[in-house]
């Protein structure tokens, strides 16, 4: 019997504060790991000051930002500048709202489901939570009054409208199998078979725009610390900044959560675990969907430690030009094979061996464009003249940039003269 939505209210207030609970304890132990799993993969520490080896860090950093003085810049729009990070921090939490944590068990003699809420348009409502949340980088830029800021601001309403786009291609490819937007329903019709191994150029897709959808490393584009100072948070300090720290990370959460619930089964246990009859059983499912959600979690962290930022063209082109085209090809894929094969036994096998063919196919042709991108800078380069300018002119000194070799032999000219020939 499903009990979803039927629950007493002392019952729906504890899953409400639980779920809150849940995200900000794993906040808080995502920046701590995350610091110290970069200082590893970096060769140093990491925080080993503050508590037993550093494991105090996060709560002190918490308490320190809550407890200093919140600045507010003059000129500001005071209302939406106080508003932008509520705009961030609450879709964020909200959206964790319809993800399942387990099944039925009971609770003070009543039976309820490990999840605070389910609808059939579940994972829609987990999308536009997530597009809502945008509105508070971008107001945040905005009403800051300030270049840099509104710069990242409107870095990330084009980086999000992008990637949601690969990302709803990507997901809609696990409705057609499931037959249902709900979260909890898809969850259920992965009791067999993960749709990872089925959907795999669907997964690999989200894979990437949930990175992008973030804003995190090699993505993090609203924030280029080197060209946009720190982005839509620049002129935000306190409690403030703080909150848009914890949506970050709260994202994070989020979307990792989706995608185990969408490809990884869920709270169904992994094999051969699931072999067992009491794997599924009672509180433990909560415990293989938080190991499957600290998976994605490492791998953000992963990524963070080993990739450099992308430019932006390179970013909005892997976006709009290889995997919205790769999402919407395997969806009319999916559709075709779900079509002819129906529910066959043999419709999981077709699905698979062709997905994997795609990705395959979609990977070489990146790797071609990458490929061709290169040369065409090289040729570029070789046909541009060689502008020989003496490195100190007007003396000042200005190392050679490129293209730009040094006079030879080296003197010394007055300010105000320009000397220099060009090659072809």
Known sequence: MNTLGQDIWWLMLAKAIGVFIFLLVTVLVAILIERKLLGRMQMRWGPNRVGFRGYLQSLADGVK??????????????????????????????AFAVIPFGPQVSVAGRYTALQLADLPIAVLFVLAMSSIGVYGIVLAGWSSGSTYPLLGGIRSTAQVISYEVAMGLALASVFLFAGTM???????????????FLLLPAFAVYLVSMVGETNRAPFDLPEAEGELVGGFHTEYSSLAFAMFMLAE???MVTVSALATTMFFGGWHAPWPVNLWDGAEQGWLPVLWFTGKLWGFLFV????????????????????????????????????????????????????????????????????????????GIRRDQMAKPTLRLHPISGW?????????????????????EVQGEVHA
């Open 249 to 251: 990370y709260v994202n």
């Open 65 to 94: 930002l809550a407890l200093k003085e919140g600045i507010i810049p003059f000129g500001v729009d005071r209302t939406i500048y106080l508003l932008a990070p509520v705009l961030s921090v609450v879709p964020a939490i909200t």
């Open 182 to 196: 709900s979260t909890s329903g898809i969850v259920s019709a992965q009791d067999r078979v993960w749709y990872v």
């Open 300 to 375: 953000y962290m992963w990524l963070r430690a080993t990739l450099p930022r992308l430019r932006y063209d390179q970013f909005m082109a892997l976006g709009w030009k290889i995997l919205i085209p790769v999402a919407l090809t395997w969806v009319l894929i999916a559709a075709g094979v779900r079509a002819v094969w129906g529910d066959s036994p043999e419709m999981p096998w077709a699905v698979g061996l062709i997905g994997a063919a795609l990705l395959v196919i979609a990977l070489a042709v990146a790797r071609g464009m990458m490929a061709s991108w290169r040369s």
């Open 396 to 416: 000042f000194p200005v190392p050679p940039l490129p293209g730009q070799r040094l006079l030879d032999p080296v003197t010394i000219i007055p300010q105000g």
